[in-house]
């Protein structure tokens, strides 16, 4: 055993005791995660077993073409510790040992990666499309380089009315299909529910309908243009994949955007949070039909994003953030504005919370519905307020701080009861908090510059940005190619993990409830569907 081997952590003590060779790339490319490459691929189940074993959250897993073989990474996390072990297999019959016996969060991320790269992962317990359902034909990979990006699309594309969801059956068993098109303006995603009179045996998700092809044009951009490429992954959370992917690339080219920048950072990534808070609180409210309360979280989310448009010049504060920095600055008549705001802010939701907290109609609709237990909660890697809402206390900003978090405290809410109810309470907790931390980052703003000249990594340079979104963590991979264009980008939104969570809090409760539970998750369509 050699000497890097007894300084490193029990994951690779382990494996080295099991005559696994792995070796750590010094220095990691990847900060803040540690690179560990597993050199045979037949033991990358094992690397997954051990991962488990030793307590180790399957955060993100992705793919890369190489040419003649494909590199497979997955990212790790353990007490705001984060692992990327990378194995590679053949580009012709690419094979891999699966970690979704493992791990849960691995289901539909292998399932992507089969459908887009061809890799096959033996033990696997789901044969099913996942992302493709039927644009592609059955040997298509389209996501090898060699695939162009508009494909050979048919006419028209068959339906996916052939999906093999489970059946039920029983006396009194019946079938509810919902979706993909639903009656509202959300995106579409369908529901396959098993029912006994109004309680839900089970459900079943099928997402993708709204796959953009973001990995795939991804390929070839500049970093101007992926940055932009990211703040549209999910509409409602441009601001934290934006960061999350100028973090990657700042980090593959050996950047670090200025101090004032990154406080500008802060301050947009916490108004994004606020203002999708608040627009959930109103949506939970209107789904159980009080109405007033919908009136009024939606009046202040408004009035929120009139001043984003006002002091940063987008009501979504799209494009704001830019690689090297931000693309617009925090004047001193915004600064007093936004303490002014966040004053009458909680003045009204100290009003609205006392009148919400006394109506015992939505007290009968939360509470106890929607129930999802601290063991499902950590064994799904549910995160941000779906996990902090069942006793999962992790947030990024705090187990591994990123600029402007490094230099300020952060308070993470955390509840217990998992139900919906705890998600609306949630919610309201970190509006709160994420006021008095927009307080403390005005206080503590820099002077100085906010960007830095764009310098192009080297061909092959990779980075990893990882951010607490609004939703959760949200997770982006970057690879360069030549002349500074885009290799290779991955993100992943915390909905990716969180969808799965739904299925399971929403049984046992009536048909009814389900929209509430659906919202009271509110997973990203978009985010998911890359």
């Known amino acids: 055993m050699n000497e890097a081997i007894e300084q490193s952590p029990p994951f690779l003590l382990e494996l080295a005791a099991r005559q696994i060779k792995a070796d750590w790339v010094q220095p990691s ?18 690397a997954g077993e051990l991962a488990q074993n030793q307590g180790w959250r399957w955060a993100a897993g992705w793919a890369e ?30 094979s891999l040992p699966s970690h979704a016996p493992y791990f849960v969060s691995a289901d539909r991320p292998e399932r992507h990666m089969r459908d887009l790269f061809g890799i096959e992962f033996t033990g696997h317990t ?18 090898r380089k060699a ?28 079938e509810i299909p919902v979706g993909p098109v639903h009656a509202g303006i959300i995106e579409p995603g369908h529901f396959r529910f098993q029912a006994v009179g109004e309680t839900v045996l089970h459900l079943e998700e099928r997402l993708g309908y709204v796959h953009k092809g973001i990995e795939k044009i991804a390929e070839g951009r500049t970093a101007e243009g992926l940055a932009r490429l990211a703040g549209r992954v999910s509409g409602d959370t441009t601001v934290g994949h934006a960061f999350a992917a100028c973090l990657a ?16 950072r802060g301050i947009l990534a916490e108004r994004e949070r606020v203002a999708n808070h608040l627009w959930d609180m109103a949506a939970i409210c209107n789904d159980v039909a009080f109405t007033f309360a919908y009136y009024q979280f939606g009046r202040l989310r408004e009035l929120w994003l009139r001043d984003n448009q006002a002091w940063f010049g987008h009501r979504l504060l799209m494009d704001r953030i830019v690689p090297g920095g931000v693309s617009v600055d925090v004047s001193e008549a915004a600064v007093s504005g936004m303490r002014a705001s966040i004053r009458f802010l909680r003045q009204e939701l100290g009003e609205l919370i006392t009148i919400i907290d006394a109506n015992s109609s939505l007290e009968d609709r939360l509470v106890a519905a929607g129930h999802l237990n601290a063991e499902y909660a950590q064994s799904l890697g549910a995160l941000g307020f779906v996990g902090r809402a069942s006793g999962q206390d992790f947030d990024v900003r705090r187990a591994a ?28 907790k970190e509006t709160r908090a994420a006021l008095s931390l927009l307080e403390r980052l005005l206080d503590a703003l820099p002077p100085g510059g906010i ?19 609004w939703r959760g963590e949200i997770l982006a991979f970057v690879r360069f190619g030549g002349e500074g264009r885009v290799s290779r980008y991955y993100p992943r939104d915390p909905s990716i993990v969180n969808w799965p969570a739904l299925e399971k809090l929403a049984l046992g409760n009536i048909v009814p409830d389900f929209p509430v539970c659906n919202k009271s998750v509110n997973g990203s369509y978009s985010g998911n569907d890359l």
Not at 31 to 46: C, K, M, Q, S, T
Not at 126 to 143: K, S, V
């Open 29 to 46: 490319p990847l900060p803040p995660a540690r690179l560990l490459e597993v050199a045979n691929p037949l033991d990358w189940g094992i």
């Open 65 to 94: 073409d190489e040419g003649k073989v494909l590199s497979v990474s997955v990212c790790l996390e353990s007490q705001g510790v984060y692992l990327v072990l990378r194995t590679r297999v053949d580009g012709g019959r690419p």
């Open 126 to 143: 789901d044969p099913r499309r996942w992302t493709r359902h039927q644009a592609w034909g059955e040997h298509c990979a389209p996501l």
């Open 147 to 174: 695939f162009p990006a508009a494909g050979a699309p048919l006419p028209q594309t068959p339906p996916d009315r052939d999906y093999p969801f489970l059946k039920a059956q029983g006396q009194g068993v019946y």
């Open 249 to 264: 690339m700042e980090r593959a080219a050996g950047l670090e955007a200025p101090a004032r920048a990154a406080f500008v």
């Open 401 to 428: 701080p990123y600029p402007p978090y490094d230099r300020v405290a952060v308070k993470v809410p955390v509840e217990t009861q998992g139900d919906i109810a705890s998600r609306f309470w949630l919610r309201y």
């Open 451 to 469: 960007s830095l000249p764009w310098q192009n990594p080297e061909p092959g340079a990779e980075g990893l940005g990882l951010v607490e979104g």
